[in-house]
C-alpha cells in the first residue's frame, strides 16, 4: 500500500484493515458536497496513519454524512474498532457490506462481511428489561442515554459500545426513575430492570428524567431550592409615590386659586373701598368670588399637604418587613386634612 493515496470510492485497507479493491465512483449531491466529503475523507484518513484517532473518526463521520461510499464505511469502521468502539464498528461494517453488495462491489461485500463476522464474538451487550405493570402504564417512555427504546426492544441484548450509560423511564403522572449501567468491554453482558413507576402526588407535574452522568435514581433527588432576589419599588413605595404626586398638585391648586382670591378681592376693594355694606354689584359679586377662591384654595392646600405627608411617609416606611409597615389612614373634613398613622416607629 505504500505510495498509494487512498481514495474514498477506491479506498484500501492494509492487510490487517483493507484490501486494494477498485469500484466505480457515485456521484456526490451536488459538486461542493464531493469536494466537502472528499477533503474530510483525506483528512481522517491522514489523521488515521498519524494515530490521532479520536480526531480521525469525526472526520469521516462526516464525509460518510455528506456523500455515502463504502470506502469510507470501511475506513469509518476500521476507525471504530481501534477507539474500542466494537458495536459501532461491527455495525458499520455490515452497513457497509449491504452497500457493496446493492452497488454492485461484491469482493468489498465480502471483506466487510468478514470484518462484521470477526468482531461479533467481542461484542458487548446491554438488555433493558420492563416489569409488566411498568409496561402497561399509558405514555411510557425508556430510554438508553439519549436513545429512546421501542417497547418491541425490552429485554433484547443489543449491541453496545462499552463505557456507562444511564436508562431512564418516565410517564405522565409518574415519578421519573433512572440508573446508571456501566458495560464492560469483552463480551460482557449487562442488564436492567426498569420498577414499577411511583404515582406523582396529587397536583405535581412528574419531571422528565435527564441524563448527564448524575448518579443514583434522579428521582430519589428532590429539586433544588432557586432563590429569588426582588428588586425595585415595592407596592407600598409606588403607592406612596402616586400620593406624593397627586399631593403636590393639590398644592398647586390651592396656590393658584390663592392667587386668584387676592386678585378678586383687590378688584373688589376697588369699587368698595369702605369696610362695611356695599351697594355696588360689581364689587359685591368680585367679593364673592374671592371668597369661593380662598375657601378652595384652602381646601387644595389642605388635601395636596396631607397627600404629600401620606406618601412621604408610605415612601419611606414601604422597604420594610410586614411586622415593621405603619398603616397610614388619609382623613379628610371640610378645609382641613390629616391623617392616622399606626404600627412600629
Keep these: 500500500m505504500a505510495g498509494l493515496r487512498p481514495f474514498r470510492r477506491f479506498a484500501a485497507l492494509v492487510p490487517t484493515c483493507l484490501v486494494a479493491l477498485g469500484a466505480a465512483p457515485a456521484l456526490a449531491q451536488t459538486g ?14 491522514r489523521l488515521m496513519k498519524s494515530g490521532s484517532l479520536t480526531e480521525a473518526c469525526p472526520k469521516l463521520e462526516e464525509s460518510e454524512r455528506i456523500d455515502p461510499a463504502v470506502g469510507t464505511l470501511l475506513y469509518l469502521g476500521e476507525c471504530y474498532e481501534k477507539t474500542g468502539k466494537t458495536a459501532s464498528a461491527w455495525a458499520t461494517f455490515r452497513e457497509a457490506a449491504s452497500l457493496a453488495t446493492t452497488s454492485s462491489q ?152 390663592g392667587i386668584r382670591a387676592i386678585s378678586k378681592n383687590s378688584d373688589a376693594e376697588q369699587h368698595c373701598p369702605k369696610e362695611g355694606f356695599c351697594s355696588n354689584t360689581t364689587g359685591v359679586e368680585l367679593t364673592n368670588q374671592a371668597r369661593d377662591s380662598a375657601a378652595a384654595s384652602n381646601v387644595a392646600f389642605a388635601v395636596g399637604a396631607g397627600l404629600v405627608a401620606v406618601g412621604a411617609v408610605l415612601y419611606l416606611t414601604g422597604g420594610r418587613s410586614e411586622s415593621e409597615r405603619l398603616a397610614v389612614v388619609p382623613l379628610f373634613s371640610p378645609g382641613a386634612a390629616a391623617a392616622s398613622i399606626s404600627g412600629r416607629f
Excluded at 461542493?32 to 484518513?45: C, I, N, S, Y
Excluded at 466487510?112 to 411510557?140: D, F, Y
Excluded at 419531571?207 to 443514583?216: I, N
Design 32 to 45: 461542493t458536497d464531493k469536494a466537502a466529503a472528499e477533503a474530510l475523507f483525506d483528512q481522517g484518513v
Design 106 to 257: 461484491p469482493d468489498r461485500a465480502r471483506l466487510a462481511a468478514g470484518r462484521a463476522q470477526e468482531l461479533e464474538p467481542k461484542l458487548s451487550r446491554l438488555s433493558v428489561e420492563v416489569a409488566p405493570e411498568a409496561a402497561n402504564i399509558p405514555g411510557l417512555v425508556v430510554k438508553r442515554g439519549p436513545n429512546k427504546l421501542e417497547p418491541s426492544l425490552y429485554g433484547t441484548p443489543l449491541p453496545v459500545d462499552p463505557g456507562d450509560y444511564r436508562v431512564e423511564a418516565s410517564a405522565p403522572g409518574y415519578e421519573p426513575w433512572s440508573t446508571p449501567v456501566k458495560v464492560e468491554a469483552g463480551q460482557a453482558n449487562a442488564s436492567v430492570r426498569v420498577p414499577v413507576l411511583v404515582k406523582a402526588p396529587e397536583g405535581a407535574a412528574a419531571a422528565p428524567a435527564t441524563g448527564g452522568g448524575v448518579e443514583g435514581p434522579l428521582a430519589e433527588r428532590p429539586p433544588a431550592a432557586v432563590a429569588v432576589k426582588s428588586s425595585g419599588l415595592t407596592t407600598q413605595q409606588t403607592l406612596g409615590i402616586v400620593a406624593g404626586g397627586v399631593g403636590i398638585v393639590g398644592v398647586g391648586l390651592g396656590s393658584y386659586f
